[in-house]
């Protein structure tokens, strides 16, 4: 069956006022779980953001695409799971041309002066944070915010990541005004965490 093509306003960058606080929440969510909700939840509460962008990749260059489902479903089941409405749901990196995260924060960079930007990740992503494309780079661009994961609590003290950024670490206390922070400026926030993940909701076959 022919998966559905995806909706045009999933493929521009939503719609913000000057000013605002916004996370950058990329991810697979092949399928988006509840541990992907928790995940915004947290970041929204934390970071005192106005919206979250929950960007639907057309695909994590470090991953295989074998398993991956089509970008139109993966934006159809993150809709009807995030419902806060300062959640955005948004696929715009598929007309970019390019998967990569440093790409699309140049791009947001340029296109969206006068907006507090900040990455969210999982902790998990600290372990291959190293091998993303220019990720220098992508830490010199904007704030982030690591989410602590079960299994990942500690990444932070062995990431080449967090090592070489040491300097550049926010206390977890001050995660509120990290948006007001120019990167270098990460910070790691331990809370209610979710065992959730996109891999054994697709082995359970869910
Ligand atoms: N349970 C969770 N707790 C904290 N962060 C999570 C959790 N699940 C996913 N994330 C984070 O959400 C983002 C998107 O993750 P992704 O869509 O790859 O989900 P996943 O469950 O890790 O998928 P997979 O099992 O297929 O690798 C990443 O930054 C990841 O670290
Ligand atoms: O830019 C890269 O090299 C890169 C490598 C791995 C992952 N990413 C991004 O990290 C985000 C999380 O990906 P995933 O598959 O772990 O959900 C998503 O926005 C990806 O595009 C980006």
Redesign the pocket.
């Known amino acids: 069956m022919e998966s559905a093509s995806v909706a045009p306003r999933y493929l521009s960058m939503p719609h913000v006022e000057r000013g605002m606080a916004v996370g950058l ?6 399928p ?2 509840e ?2 909700l ?2 915004a939840e947290i970041a929204l509460r934390r970071l005192g953001l106005d919206q979250l962008w929950w960007m639907v990749t057309p695909g ?1 260059p470090l ?1 295989s695409r074998t398993e991956l489902a089509p970008l139109a479903d993966r934006i159809t089941l993150s809709e009807k799971l995030a419902q806060d409405p300062r959640i955005k749901i948004t696929a715009f990196e598929q007309a970019l041309g390019s998967p990569y995260t440093a790409h699309t924060l140049a791009h947001v960079r340029r296109h969206r002066p006068g907006i507090h930007f900040i990455w ?6 600290l372990r291959t944070f190293h091998r993303w494309q220019k990720w220098r780079s992508i830490v010199q661009t904007f704030p982030i915010a690591v ?4 299994g990942s609590t500690l990444s932070f003290l062995s990431s080449r990541m967090t090592r070489t950024f040491d300097y550049a670490r926010v206390d977890e206390d001050d995660a509120g005004i990290l948006w007001r922070k120019t990167a270098p400026a990460w910070t790691f926030i331990h809370g209610p ?8 909701l ?1 082995l359970a076959g869910t």
Do not use: C, E, Q, Y
């Open positions: 929440f990329g991810g697979s969510f092949n988006p779980h541990g992907h928790l995940v994590n991953k969210i990740m999982g902790a998990d992503s989410i602590d994961r079960p965490r979710s065992g959730l993940s996109s891999t054994s697709r």
